[in-house]
């Protein structure tokens, strides 16, 4: 683990260390809800700024319960219907402010 003091860093340096973020992947299509909420929910409360979430989902109970527990908790997202009734959801950011 590597840790910086970024009080004693410049701007632009401070602006660099930004590009660092993680993408969190989670292929749900085979797992019935409530399954892919609840490892959804796990996996949003590790995001970090400027990190990314990508969910696939194919159970209809979770197409209902993810968009409404996103919009509800104030996430940013877009969805995307794929090939045999996929949806996969993109979690740009944690929570907007």
């Known amino acids: ?8 860093l410049d ?13 969190y992947k989670y292929d749900a299509s085979k ?8 490892k959804m929910r796990i996996m949003l409360k590790k995001l970090q700024v ?3 979430c990508f ?3 194919s159970d209809q109970g979770s197409k209902s319960d993810i968009p409404k527990y996103l919009s509800a908790k104030g996430y940013q997202y877009t969805q995307q219907r794929l090939e045999n009734s996929i949806v996969e959801f993109h979690i740009k950011t944690g929570k907007l402010l």
Request: with cysteine.
């Open 1 to 8: 683990m590597i840790v910086i003091d970024c009080r004693k």
């Open 11 to 23: 701007n632009q340096t401070k602006a660099l260390l930004n590009i660092f973020f993680m993408i």
């Open 31 to 38: 797992d019935k809800c409530p399954l892919p909420l609840v």
């Open 50 to 52: 400027n990190d990314s």
């Open 55 to 57: 969910i696939r989902i």
